[in-house]
């Protein structure tokens, strides 16, 4: 199955599991996806991949009457056969990762809130049960975005074994991570505060039950500044 980007018209054949991980999803819920192509954002919920099943579908022409036949009709031009002569067949690029999300909170409601959020707007939320696990996961996983609370371990923010790891990280990964602190200290939205916390986003704890809106509001912000500059950056890298 295949879906076309709204930024760039590519063409794109969505995996298997991706399929899988859409038909789950309630009415409201989508996943959030890159385009390989222009590093756009792309959001498929269910009803994407109801429309895109019926434009793959042709359906069957009638047969022309006498009369339609001999009507003059300009037919449908040819297809564009220049890739032939040149010998180079570009295929269709296929998405198959959904973004994840690590979510390093206490269990409980507040950490359940803050997974309910991700999940909406097209991330798959993981969780980490200590500092230690958190940094083992991200030796090996490329998370989209990591969340903190300020309190998760016991020492706080200031000496969290994992804050400083996150600030110590090489910018060559780091770049790519949308870090977000919450804490009943921070200033939601505050861009100053996350700036000096080496966060890209900070919340308070009374926002937890907005996030989604928060988010909504933060990262096509933060898309918008840098997606360009990381792309540019990550092509020249690669």
Known sequence: MTITCPHCTKKLKISDKIRSSVQQLSPKQSVRLKCPQCENTIF?????????????????????????????????TPPDITWLKEGVFEEEEVIEDIPQALIIIQPGKERDQVAEAVESIGYQPTFAESAKDAMERMQFINYASVILHSQFEEKGLKDSSFHRFMCDMGMKKRRFIFYILIGPKFFTLYDLEALANSANLVVNDREVPQLVTVLRKAIPQYEEL?????????????
Do not use: H
Request: hydrophobic content about 35%.
């Open 44 to 76: 498929i919920n269910a009803d994407s991949l109801t429309t895109a099943a019926e434009q793959s579908v042709s359906p069957r022409k009638a047969q022309p009457t006498e009369t339609e036949t001999s009507s003059a009709v300009k037919p449908p």
């Open 226 to 238: 840098f997606g360009t500059l990381m792309a540019e950056i990550n092509a020249y890298s690669g």
